[in-house]
């Protein structure tokens, strides 16, 4: 039998994991959230009426805690649950965040539970999904060996991959999740002010450019970042670079800043790629030096 859990936190990632937790066989013990509503929401999902607002009562049955709500009132709202004695000795107490280290949940550790964080690598942007958001990604695991290995099992129940982290390396590896995700946006944001600037509609825009970027990635996946660079740092296009330097400066000289330290990025990913001479290097570097 699988083992039990909670959620204390009903947000985006609590629900995720409250309906594909089930539906992987856990059982529901229990569902808090600051709101009754959202707590409701959650157990509902679930086919549970085990739902309240104070979370020690929740917590009480469960084998496996997760902790759901923001990043900044995981600590506290833990320290209320050990506070009314709300974990079991023999129970796994999970938050999800990917920035923070279990050592936030040490007051659950003092009431004998087992501690951890389990960080699914995916953007929960909805409250219910058509498909499982865990299938298929990566989830991060860190925090004492009963929690790491139970966690492991249920990202793996999920249909996640699983890699442990060193708790002192969280931070460098949530900041890289942060590149990945939220600097993407970033790059797309400029890239259709371009477009804008240049009188393409920006749904047509997006239409146009998605496939260039899934084109990409793929090529990525096949070939490794280095190989899969084209465009004109790539190829040494000097002229082709001072004309976009000239434009971006004239229309929209608010982007030539971040356009420039790309540019310069981009000439050390060329280097590993070999197509350059050390001359075409070094006058791509100085047309972006900023
Ligand atoms: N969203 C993502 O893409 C994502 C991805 C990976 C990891 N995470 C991590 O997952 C965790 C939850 O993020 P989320 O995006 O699901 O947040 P969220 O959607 O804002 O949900 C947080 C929930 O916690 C409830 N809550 C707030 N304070 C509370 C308290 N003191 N006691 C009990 N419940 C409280 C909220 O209130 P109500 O009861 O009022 O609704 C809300 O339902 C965070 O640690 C985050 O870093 C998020």
């Known amino acids: 039998m699988k083992p039990s859990f909670a959620i204390v936190g009903c947000g985006r990632v609590g629900n995720a994991l409250a309906r594909y937790l089930t539906e992987a066989g856990y059982i529901p013990a229990g569902f808090a959230s600051k709101s009754l509503t959202s707590a ?8 549970s009426f085990n739902f309240t607002d104070k979370a020690w009562e929740a917590t009480l049955k469960a084998d496996i805690v997760f902790i759901t709500t923001p990043d900044g009132t995981i600590k506290e709202v833990c320290d209320i649950i050990a506070a ?50 865990f299938s298929g990604i990566i989830t991060s ?33 949530h900041a890289s999740a942060v590149v990945a995700s939220n600097y993407l946006a970033t790059i797309l944001n400029l890239s259709l002010n371009l477009m804008r600037e240049a009188g393409v509609p920006e749904d047509d825009a ?48 608010h982007l030539l800043h971040l356009y420039k330290v790309l540019g310069l990025y981009t000439v050390e990913i060329a280097k590993k790629k070999g197509t350059l001479s050390d001359t075409a290097i070094e006058a791509i570097k100085n047309l972006f030096m900023i």
């Open 40 to 47: 409701k929401r959650a157990a509902a999902l679930t086919g």
């Open 84 to 133: 009314k004695k709300g974990f079991r000795p023999d129970s796994v107490v999970l938050h999800c965040s990917g920035a923070l280290t279990s050592t936030i949940l040490l007051s659950a550790k003092d009431c004998g539970a087992s501690i951890g964080s389990m960080h699914p690598l995916q953007s929960f942007a909805l409250i219910e999904y058509s498909h499982n958001p």
């Open 206 to 253: 997006f239409r146009g450019l998605k496939p260039l970027i899934d084109g990409t990635l793929s090529n990525i996946g096949k070939m490794g970042i280095p190989d899969a660079l084209t465009g004109p740092v790539a190829r040494g296009d000097i002229q082709t670079i001072e004309n976009h330097l000239r434009e971006i400066g004239s229309k929209t000289p």
């Open 141 to 173: 695991v860190e925090g004492d060996n009963k929690a790491t290995n139970a966690a492991g099992l249920i990202a793996a129940d999920l249909g996640s991959g699983c890699v442990t982290i060193k708790t002192e390396a969280k931070i460098l590896y």
